[in-house]
């Protein structure tokens, strides 16, 4: 099993940057993947970024070139640097583990807007 606790949400103007943080319980060395989802109003929980164990990427469309995923294995955490935001991009952003199961956290939630 693994904890995990999001942070680093807010309001952040269009054009601003936010970086998130997932911090694990546990080691995340051996996890399969570690991905960002976020469901904005109204809107089911898609997959924002992904990262596996292998150092493997991949990421919706809409955040191509504004969103990067890392992992600090060491420190057993994963963030989501977010630049370029758009109002689009308000939504809860949760944390997920995946090793023989999804391991999901409570969320944080990111505003966009003027």
């Known amino acids: 099993q693994v904890q995990l606790v999001e942070s680093g949400g807010g309001l952040v103007q269009p054009g601003g940057s936010l970086r998130l943080s997932c911090a694990a319980s546990r080691s995340i060395f051996s996890i399969n993947a570690m991905s960002w989802y976020r469901q904005a109003p109204g809107k089911e929980r898609e997959l924002a970024e992904r990262?596996?164990?292998?150092?493997?990427?991949n990421y919706a469309d809409s955040v191509k070139g504004r969103f990067t995923i890392s992992r600090d294995n060491a420190k057993n955490t994963v963030y989501l640097q977010m630049n370029s935001l758009k109002t689009e991009d308000t939504a809860a952003y949760y944390c997920n583990a995946f090793f023989s199961m999804d391991y999901w956290g409570k969320g944080t939630l990111v505003t966009v807007s003027s």
């Open positions: 990262i596996t164990s292998g150092g493997s990427r």
